[in-house]
């Protein structure tokens, strides 16, 4: 009866949080505030000039370009189209400005081969704006048409437009990927053609489940969303479940072996697999938390929503599948059905053999093993984590960075990228002649006032806007006009909020990677109860991270250049990828050390460490090696979206799984215990004092090479 309705309350919770969860794009936030770090120079800008220059404008720019010059009858053009451009719902009033009012505002607009002209105006949407952008854009595009000539939508607004495509539909994009790759590998890995469906419906149902929790928090509890962290929600969501499933899945059918009635092999495949998934979720979710303590509001708004998706995961995979799999029985497992007091198949497999061929020579095993791995880590050196150029920041060269080069390859100044600088009003005129001196910044606005003290005027910056020239300029701006005596100057807008974001990245990671780490640790030992294992455990961790890091900056360098005509040179990467980065691998890593450690320190109780890491990894291998390859793909899925930060994201996380489960886990790992046996309980008397002897009875078995646990034991 308790199985019927556990699936009667999670159709219900299905149904009412699903039309929840197909309006979490309806509170995302991916305006710039979102993103800002609170205490922030560009922050406090924004605030003073708040009830001036309104934080939700859209400077925007078209650009218009021909090569065999612009016609006379092409500047009429132009100046009709401006007066047509101010009709579109969301421009700003009086905000058009044709090429000969901008250079009269003191913004030159035209160049002076008389090849590109450019129409400046400024769209508000308030807070909708990331919504509402590509519409507008589609609009500008359709009114801005002339035979000869080649137009381009660039600015903050062509920047939104195109950074709005590259996010439109990617939650059901990036889900039915994950999902399709998922189903592939579950076909493979359970020889069945029907079980995969319970695991894939209890993912959907978590996942959907988790995306309306999520959108009641972002409605009513004020939680930052935005396409990336939605993003990375559904390929968490769907990788973690299904790890989760194999494991309780693999367990469960080990048990059905033991056991004539499936209620009670589920009973114990519970009892024993569901406190190494509650452990993972655990460790995923306390690691995500971890990053509320971020500067940054998108990577703090990043951690509770996946914390809520994992959860939200943890109990559909131990209460929906577990009575799916009860109701359906045995037949789902066709056309190898699991029969009662039939053959294990684990005691001979792939993993026995390795844990075979290990055993003799382990600590030369382990020590070959981190030697190997350390030689993968010297490609970190190769990483620059100082942030990318907007042509960088995509795979493919969308029309705001072709926009871009073509102002710049004219001469022109893209005014809608500012210096906005903020002063005491006796002393903005020493801050102006300040600012003018600092190479790259344009010549100031004239001054005006935002209080009875305070004035502001605005600059141009005559780099691409998160460029490293660009960093350069704010920095030698802030140091000028901070250098005026009581003028209390504070320097803001678009490149300085890019500085700030780089420099609060990279103060969460030099704060929230050790802590993720003292986390981690302090379940381990928890779990384990002992303080030799998890210290060892922490430790593989980093140097699979290390490892990952380093073979994946290789594939940044060599081979991503080769399947896509736009990539940035080098190894450059996003601020906050090494936190991304570490936090997935370590969080998730760590389910592999929970599954095969928890299942050791189980068998120790009977067989001993050194037969029971065996034992573990005969019983595992295969969940865990499966589980990588599942959490592998749906990672890699993000490569699919055009935005580098997440291709990067996807390749590495991918990279570091797999290493995780193949080598890390399954042979360093196991290496480990069988040298040191006994001790790595310490200080825990488990398996020393004293040691445990395994039972006579189960020599011939050859317990030593994988043999599961005898039914007695289990019970």
């Given at each position: 009866?308790?199985?019927?309705l556990?699936?009667?309350f999670?159709?219900?919770a299905?149904?009412?949080?699903?039309?929840?969860?197909s309006?979490?794009?309806d509170v995302q936030?991916?305006?710039?505030s979102?993103?800002?770090?609170s205490?922030?120079?560009?922050?406090?800008?924004?605030n003073e000039?708040?009830?001036t220059?309104?934080?939700?404008n859209i400077?925007?720019?078209v650009?218009?370009s021909?090569?065999?010059?612009?016609t006379?009858?092409?500047r009429?053009?132009?100046?009709?189209?401006a007066a047509?451009?101010?009709?579109?719902d969301?421009?700003?009033?009086?905000?058009?400005l044709?090429?000969?009012q901008?250079?009269q505002?003191?913004f030159?607009?035209?160049?002076?081969?008389?090849?590109v002209?450019?129409?400046s105006?400024?769209?508000?949407?308030?807070?909708?704006g990331?919504?509402?952008?590509?519409?507008?854009a589609?609009?500008?595009?359709?009114i801005?048409?002339i035979d000869?000539?080649?137009?381009h939508?660039a600015?903050y607004?062509?920047?939104?437009?195109?950074?709005a495509e590259?996010?439109?539909?990617?939650?059901t994009?990036?889900?039915?990927g994950?999902l399709t790759v998922v189903?592939i590998?579950?076909l493979?890995?359970y020889?069945?053609?029907?079980l995969?469906?319970?695991?894939?419906?209890?993912?959907?149902?978590?996942?959907?489940v988790?995306?309306?929790?999520?959108?009641?928090?972002?409605?009513?509890a004020d939680?930052?969303?935005?396409?990336?962290?939605?993003?990375i929600?559904g390929?968490?969501?769907?990788?973690?479940?299904?790890d989760?499933a194999?494991?309780?899945?693999a367990?469960?059918?080990?048990?059905?072996?033991?056991?004539?009635d499936?209620?009670?092999?589920?009973?114990?495949a519970l009892?024993r697999?569901?406190?190494a998934?509650?452990?993972?979720?655990s460790t995923?979710a306390?690691?995500?938390?971890?990053?509320l303590?971020?500067d940054?509001?998108s990577?703090?708004?990043?951690?509770p929503?996946n914390?809520?998706g994992?959860?939200v995961?943890?109990?559909v995979?131990?209460?929906?599948l577990?009575a799916?799999?009860?109701?359906?029985?045995?037949?789902?497992?066709?056309p190898?059905r699991?029969?009662?007091g039939?053959?294990e198949?684990n005691?001979?497999?792939l993993?026995a053999?390795?844990?075979?061929?290990?055993?003799?020579?382990?600590r030369r095993?382990w020590?070959?093993?981190?030697?190997?791995?350390?030689?993968?880590c010297l490609?970190i050196l190769?990483?620059d984590?100082?942030?990318?150029?907007t042509?960088?920041?995509?795979?493919?060269?969308f029309d705001a960075?072709?926009?871009?080069?073509?102002?710049v390859e004219?001469?022109?100044?893209d005014?809608?990228?500012?210096?906005?600088?903020?002063a005491?009003?006796?002393?903005i005129g020493d801050v102006?002649?300040?600012?003018?001196?600092?190479p790259?910044a344009?010549d100031?606005?004239?001054?005006?006032?935002?209080s009875?003290?305070?004035?502001?005027f605005?600059a141009t910056?005559?780099?691409?806007?998160s460029s490293?020239?660009a960093y350069d300029i704010?920095?030698?701006s802030?140091?000028a006009?901070?250098g005026?005596?009581?003028?209390?100057?504070?320097?803001?807008?678009?490149?300085?909020?890019?500085?700030d974001?780089?420099?609060a990245?990279n103060?969460d990671?030099?704060?929230?990677i050790?802590?993720v780490?003292l986390v981690?640790l302090?379940?381990?030992?928890?779990?384990?109860?002992?303080?030799?294992a998890?210290?060892i455990?922490v430790?593989?961790?980093?140097?699979?991270?290390?490892?990952a890091?380093?073979l994946s900056a290789?594939?940044?360098?060599y081979?991503a250049?080769l399947?896509?005509?736009?990539?940035?040179?080098g190894?450059?990467v996003?601020?906050?990828?090494?936190?991304?980065a570490?936090?997935?691998?370590?969080?998730?890593g760590?389910?592999?050390n929970i599954?095969?450690?928890?299942?050791?320190?189980?068998e120790t109780?009977?067989?001993g460490?050194?037969?029971?890491?065996?034992?573990?990894l005969?019983?595992?291998?295969?969940?865990?090696?499966?589980a990588?390859?599942?959490?592998?793909a749906?990672?890699?899925?993000?490569?699919?979206?055009?935005?580098?930060f997440?291709?990067?994201?996807?390749?590495?996380?991918?990279?570091?799984v797999?290493?995780?489960?193949?080598i890390v886990?399954?042979?360093l790992?196991?290496?480990?215990?069988?040298?040191?046996?006994g001790?790595?309980?310490?200080?825990?008397?488990?398996?020393?004092k004293?040691?445990v002897?395994p039972?006579?009875?189960?020599a011939?078995?050859?317990v030593?090479?994988?043999?599961?646990?005898?039914v007695?034991a289990?019970?």
């Amino acid at each position: 009866m308790t199985k019927w309705l556990v699936l009667l309350f999670w159709l219900v919770a299905f149904v009412i949080f699903g039309s929840l969860s197909s309006k979490l794009i309806d509170v995302q936030n991916n305006e710039a505030s979102s993103w800002l770090p609170s205490s922030a120079e560009s922050t406090e800008v924004a605030n003073e000039l708040a009830d001036t220059v309104d934080p939700n404008n859209i400077p925007t720019l078209v650009v218009y370009s021909s090569d065999s010059g612009l016609t006379a009858a092409d500047r009429g053009e132009i100046d009709a189209q401006a007066a047509e451009l101010a009709t579109i719902d969301g421009v700003v009033e009086g905000s058009v400005l044709t090429p000969e009012q901008a250079a009269q505002a003191g913004f030159p607009a035209e160049s002076a081969d008389g090849e590109v002209a450019v129409t400046s105006l400024t769209f508000n949407f308030g807070a909708n704006g990331w919504n509402d952008i590509p519409d507008a854009a589609a609009e500008v595009r359709d009114i801005a048409q002339i035979d000869g000539v080649t137009v381009h939508l660039a600015g903050y607004g062509g920047q939104a437009a195109d950074a709005a495509e590259v996010f439109e539909g990617v939650d059901t994009t990036l889900v039915l990927g994950a999902l399709t790759v998922v189903v592939i590998i579950l076909l493979f890995t359970y020889r069945s053609p029907i079980l995969w469906v319970l695991p894939i419906f209890s993912v959907v149902v978590a996942y959907t489940v988790s995306g309306g929790v999520v959108y009641l928090l972002a409605k009513y509890a004020d939680l930052t969303v935005n396409g990336q962290s939605q993003a990375i929600l559904g390929i968490l969501v769907i990788g973690a479940g299904t790890d989760y499933a194999l494991l309780l899945v693999a367990r469960y059918r080990e048990e059905l072996r033991r056991h004539d009635d499936r209620h009670a092999a589920m009973a114990v495949a519970l009892h024993r697999a569901a406190p190494a998934i509650l452990a993972s979720a655990s460790t995923v979710a306390a690691g995500m938390l971890c990053l509320l303590i971020a500067d940054l509001n998108s990577t703090a708004g990043l951690g509770p929503v996946n914390a809520v998706g994992i959860g939200v995961t943890f109990l559909v995979m131990v209460t929906l599948l577990p009575a799916l799999l009860v109701i359906f029985g045995r037949w789902m497992f066709w056309p190898k059905r699991p029969a009662f007091g039939s053959h294990e198949p684990n005691t001979t497999g792939l993993w026995a053999k390795v844990g075979g061929a290990i055993s003799p020579r382990p600590r030369r095993v382990w020590l070959v093993t981190t030697g190997v791995l350390l030689v993968a880590c010297l490609g970190i050196l190769k990483i620059d984590a100082g942030g990318m150029s907007t042509e960088d920041t995509y795979t493919k060269e969308f029309d705001a960075i072709v926009g871009q080069k073509v102002l710049v390859e004219h001469g022109l100044v893209d005014n809608s990228n500012t210096l906005q600088v903020v002063a005491n009003t006796d002393s903005i005129g020493d801050v102006q002649q300040a600012v003018a001196a600092v190479p790259g910044a344009g010549d100031p606005t004239d001054p005006q006032p935002i209080s009875d003290s305070r004035s502001y005027f605005e600059a141009t910056v005559d780099a691409d806007i998160s460029s490293q020239t660009a960093y350069d300029i704010v920095g030698q701006s802030r140091t000028a006009a901070h250098g005026v005596d009581g003028a209390d100057a504070l320097v803001g807008g678009g490149s300085a909020f890019y500085l700030d974001t780089k420099e609060a990245a990279n103060r969460d990671n030099r704060v929230i990677i050790p802590t993720v780490l003292l986390v981690v640790l302090l379940i381990l030992i928890g779990l384990l109860r002992a303080l030799a294992a998890p210290l060892i455990l922490v430790g593989t961790v980093v140097l699979s991270f290390g490892a990952a890091m380093g073979l994946s900056a290789l594939v940044f360098d060599y081979v991503a250049p080769l399947v896509t005509d736009h990539w940035p040179e080098g190894v450059q990467v996003d601020p906050g990828f090494p936190l991304f980065a570490f936090v997935f691998l370590v969080a998730l890593g760590i389910d592999y050390n929970i599954f095969l450690m928890t299942r050791v320190r189980e068998e120790t109780a009977t067989y001993g460490t050194r037969q029971g890491s065996l034992i573990a990894l005969s019983s595992t291998g295969g969940v865990i090696t499966s589980a990588g390859i599942v959490l592998a793909a749906t990672f890699l899925v993000l490569a699919s979206i055009p935005f580098v930060f997440l291709v990067e994201l996807g390749v590495a996380v991918a990279l570091g799984v797999l290493l995780d489960t193949i080598i890390v886990r399954s042979v360093l790992v196991t290496a480990i215990n069988l040298d040191l046996g006994g001790k790595i309980w310490w200080p825990s008397a488990l398996d020393r004092k004293p040691p445990v002897t395994p039972p006579a009875e189960a020599a011939p078995e050859g317990v030593g090479v994988g043999q599961p646990t005898p039914v007695g034991a289990d019970d």
